[in-house]
């Protein structure tokens, strides 16, 4: 059974500081990988989704990894701000879209 | 577009009493997927459809829970009878159709709908 984990499970950074969130699965037969953030009180939105056959990832100041074959999984967060505070979470894609997510990371960015 | 639309956005009831849970996905998109989280368990895929029809509902916890969706822009998750261990936040997400498969698309979330069961 495939089970997702989440380093740290809570984060407290200031302003300005560049951060790594960890994501580590059990299986290694994954189809792709999602990182999504969530608001209090609101729906997940999906940040990066890194397919099996990728390394890497990136959207602005947002950098994903992948190496499937040790299970690992890092979202790297350059120059944090207090609006990038939420929760984190990553997903696997154990196949026909049927997501296994990870525990998540909250996030805490202080002015 | 408006993106998922789930509704209501908070639900308190009492234990026994049917619950109706809906969801509007996002025009287009063929999959539409439930899902629950709860503090202890935290994410978890109830039931899945691929063009209305389900495909996987080896995550609905118990028969007292139901999802049907009659058509490509509704979706109903169902409990009868409700029990205070159902209170959670469910959310219904959808994606479009992938190019291959297994599909490499993009999850769309809904708000969620807060459940209290008293």
């Known amino acids: 059974k495939q089970e997702v984990t989440q380093i740290p499970a809570a984060l407290s950074v200031p302003e300005g500081e560049n951060l790594v969130l960890n994501c580590s699965f059990t299986?290694?037969?994954?189809?792709?990988l999602q990182w999504f953030r969530q608001d209090p009180g609101k729906g997940l939105t999906s940040l990066l989704l890194?397919?099996?056959?990728?390394r890497e990832q990136t959207s602005g100041r947002l950098n994903a990894s992948l190496d499937k074959s040790s299970g690992r999984s890092t979202l790297y967060i350059a120059a944090s701000q207090p609006g990038d505070s939420a929760t984190y979470l990553c997903?696997?894609?154990?196949?026909?879209?049927?997501?296994?997510f990870g525990t998540g990371t909250r996030l805490l960015v202080s002015p | 577009d408006a993106g998922v639309i789930q509704s209501p956005r908070h639900e308190v009831t009492e234990m026994g009493q049917e619950v109706t849970l809906r969801c509007k996905p996002i025009?287009?998109?063929?999959?539409l997927f439930w899902y629950r989280q709860t503090m202890m368990r935290g994410l978890e895929l109830l039931i899945y459809?691929?063009?209305?029809?389900?495909?996987?509902d080896s995550g609905m916890p118990e028969d007292r829970f139901s999802a049907k969706m009659p058509n490509a822009s509704f979706s109903t998750l169902k409990i009868q009878p409700s029990e205070p261990r159902d209170s959670a936040v469910y959310f219904c997400a959808s994606s479009p159709r992938p190019v291959d498969r297994p599909t490499n698309e993009k999850l769309f979330f809904g708000s969620g709908t807060q459940l209290s069961v008293l």
């Open positions: 025009s287009g998109h063929d999959y």
């Open positions: 299986d290694s037969a994954i189809y792709n």
């Open positions: 459809f691929n063009n209305n029809v389900p495909i996987d």
């Open positions: 890194i397919q099996s056959s990728q």
């Open positions: 997903a696997v894609n154990t196949g026909f879209q049927k997501l296994v």
